[in-house]
């Protein structure tokens, strides 16, 4: 049994790639606040801003499933908020940590999780991180989503550092897809100038029909995910794949 489980798979990239992975035979387990209609995958409902809650999710993915059946499994951090967009001095410090917990703590936390329940497992395993070119150019207006990025590229490529040494270890990759035609994108063109001084390129790009669609996103991840040949710790800009 091939297992895919990936955090907010209820809309957007996140219910693109888990359609996908359906498809192809895995049995998927996604993790979201919120549940996608008429979907053929399972679906858990917590609340990833709360680490409790998304540790509790990913436990009861392997207490319910047998672990012998396992021939290959994939955690893929795909949840993530832009949060506010503004400059520094002009955010709201909730909002400032709620988002970094949600794009950066929760995969830390549940990319442990993973390691720790799959180390009896002598399978192919791997954490797929979705990040953004955000996490290495800079965006006046969003320095807590840049941030937040950065990080868990620096976790993808520590985890392969890690992991790396270990007879049975875990691959860790990060991916980013480009500008993709989601709810975050329409969030980012409803911004104003004042705001998100970049707003303007965005809404371009929707205009000259530049954007990537969430399927074409989620075709190419699992391209790179069965060719797996990528080293482990790879960053990739699916641009450039």
């Known amino acids: 049994m091939n297992i895919l489980i990936i955090t907010g798979g209820s809309s957007g990239i996140g219910k693109a790639i888990a359609l996908k992975y359906v498809t192809e035979n895995y049995t998927v387990f996604s993790i979201s606040r919120s549940k996608a209609l008429n979907v053929p995958y399972h679906q858990i409902t917590a609340d990833l801003s709360n680490s409790t809650e998304a540790i509790n999710a990913i436990n009861s993915v392997f207490s319910n499933?047998?672990?012998?059946?396992?021939s290959s499994i994939t955690l893929i951090n795909n949840a993530g908020s832009l949060g506010e967009i503004n400059s520094l001095g002009n955010l709201n410090s909730e909002?400032?940590?709620?988002?970094?917990?949600?794009?950066?703590?929760?995969?830390?936390?549940l990319s442990n999780e993973f390691i720790k329940l799959t180390n009896e497992l002598k399978c192919k395993k791997q954490i797929i991180t979705i990040s953004s070119g955000a996490a290495i150019n800079p965006y006046a207006g969003w320095s807590v989503y840049c941030s937040s990025?950065?990080?868990?590229?620096?976790?993808?490529?520590?985890i392969a550092q890690?992991?790396?040494?270990?007879?049975?270890?875990?691959?860790?990759?990060?991916?980013?897809?480009?500008?993709?035609?989601?709810?975050?994108?329409?969030q980012i063109r409803k911004t104003s100038e004042k705001a998100f001084k970049n707003v303007q390129r965005f809404i371009d790009l929707k205009k000259k029909k530049e954007l990537y669609s969430p399927k074409f996103v989620a075709d190419k991840i699992y391209q790179i995910d069965l060719q797996n040949e990528l080293e482990n710790g790879a960053i990739i800009d699916l641009r450039n794949f």
């Open 65 to 70: 499933t047998n672990s012998n059946t396992i």
């Open 95 to 109: 909002d400032i940590e709620q988002t970094i917990q949600l794009n950066s703590v929760t995969p830390l936390v």
């Open 149 to 158: 990025k950065a990080a868990i590229e620096m976790m993808t490529k520590t």
């Open 162 to 186: 890690e992991q790396n040494e270990l007879a049975n270890g875990v691959k860790a990759i990060a991916i980013k897809p480009g500008v993709v035609d989601t709810n975050m994108q329409t």
